[in-house]
């Protein structure tokens, strides 16, 4: 197992490597281009807009602009203002050494942008994913061994409609019932509040935490436990009518350990593969959810970088996804050999 990760991580650092070349290219060539936010001032001189674009290294042909993106410009003098003194803002070292270089519209460090939202996003997903594996999980399994039962007939149209109704439109929805329709009876305030972490104005309270969680949550949940039990229910079908499930039953094994023990445990290995094209939603987050309840993540500051054409933004953004996205393949065959004995990768 060991030798066959390391194998998976020197594979994955040309592709990762391609991966960049192609976002930023496809990124730098988009209309627009990243001083259109600048260019809404009617009052910008022509010589700002140049040292502007000298500032933001966008005077160079796009392969040097690539090159200085990855390892940096630190090597030689960037006098941005023309005074003859290199400025510690044109210089960078480049993402080989963790710099991902100054945000177009905060001229704050990217990386430390992105730090700042990170684990807003990883809070909200985080308590997701576990909602929905704590209600589909058992929701699948129940509906497999209950086949054609009601229970599996209201499992079934649940999973139509949760995977049927849009996002942005049940999440209005709610804010519609919970904010603008009722209140609390004891103070008057609406049930549940529309967007954010946390209220203001009052002190850290894990009861109004919860509260700001419930509508976001609960939207973005829907649909991965529709699609989530559904998809279990098909794989649990197909693994309790093998022959070993018939094999267990017949050495008298009880019923609880014959599926918790034999059935779910395969049944969960194209799971684990849903899973692991999910997981990167933990580092990016859900831009419509965290747009319709105001939540601070990195969804949010996802759209305000694509809106703004704020480029390190959205290559810094979505070259760690892409990251992400190969490391959570490589955990998700690791969960394969540990869920299944029979698949080995030495």
Known sequence: ??????????????????????????????????????????????????????????????????????????????????DGIADSYGTRKGILRGDFGFSFSTRRPVLGEIMDRLPNTVYLMGVTFVVVFILAIPIGVVSAVKQYSFFDIAVTTFSFAGQAIPEFWFGLILILIFYATLNNPFTGQPLLPSGGMYTLEAGFSIWDRIRH??????????????????????????????DYIRTARAKGLHERIVLGRHALKNALIPLVTMFALDLPY?????????????????????????????????????????????????????LYAFLDPRIHYD
Do not use: C
Not at 55 to 75: C, E, S
Not at 294 to 307: D, K
Not at 317 to 325: K, Q, R, T
């Open 1 to 82: 197992m060991g030798r066959y990760v390391v194998r998976r991580l020197l594979q994955a650092i040309p592709m990762l490597f391609l991966i960049s070349i192609l976002l930023f290219f496809l990124v730098n060539i988009t209309p627009g281009g990243p001083l259109a936010g600048f260019s809404r001032s009617r009052h910008m001189k022509p010589e700002k807009r140049e040292m502007l674009k000298r500032q933001f290294g966008l005077d160079k042909p796009l392969p040097v602009r690539y090159v200085v993106w990855l390892i940096g410009n630190d090597w030689m003098r960037v006098d941005v203002d023309g």
């Open 213 to 242: 969680l419930i509508m976001p949550v609960t939207t973005q949940a829907l649909g991965w436990i529709a699609w989530y039990s559904r998809f279990l229910r098909s794989s649990m079908l197909d693994v309790i009518h093998q």
């Open 282 to 334: 933990l580092f990016g987050g859900a831009v419509v959810i965290e747009m319709i309840f105001s939540w601070p993540g990195m969804g949010r500051l996802y759209y305000q970088a694509a809106l703004l054409r704020d480029y390190p933004m959205l290559m810094a953004i979505l070259v760690i996804s892409a990251g992400i996205m190969i490391l959570s393949n490589l955990l998700a065959d690791i």
